[in-house]
Nanobody, 119 residues
Framework: QVQLVESGGGLVQPGDSLRLACVAS????????MGWYRQAPGKQRDMVAT???????KYDDSVKARFTISRENAENTMYLQMNSLQPEDTAVYYC?????????????WGQGTQVTVSS
């Protein structure tokens, strides 16, 4: 079974930093894209950052200057370094992986990890 396990969330104060991690296992085929999404209470799930097989990254404008997405361990692990956290960053953060064979890519999601930024 494919599993994506997020970790690293927590309660922090404005200006603090967190480093989220996502460990993927059981994925068939190659991972093409990994990304982080977040969903605040009562709001849509939005893309935060993505990273492709060749290392290309994309960021939502709201986090571009503060967050950094990266991969390690042959793309089995993904990180999101979050600096200068603000209350507006409070959300459940989800790991997303697009993987499989070129003719049959599939979308996988983790269970989410809560990030709360409050003074």
């Amino acid at each position: 079974q494919v599993q994506l396990v997020e970790s690293g969330g927590g309660l922090v104060q404005p200006g603090d930093s967190l480093r989220l991690a996502c460990v993927a296992s059981g994925i068939i085929g190659s991972i093409s894209v990994m990304g982080w999404y977040r969903q605040a209470p009562g709001k849509q799930r939005d893309m935060v950052a993505t990273i492709t097989l060749d290392g290309r990254t994309k960021y939502d404008d709201s986090v571009k200057a503060r967050f950094t997405i990266s991969r390690e361990n042959a793309e089995n692990t993904m990180y999101l370094q979050m600096n200068s956290l603000q209350p507006e960053d409070t959300a459940v953060y989800y790991c997303n992986v697009v993987a499989g064979y070129w003719f049959d890519p599939r979308d996988y999601w983790g269970q989410g990890t809560q990030v709360t930024v409050s003074s």
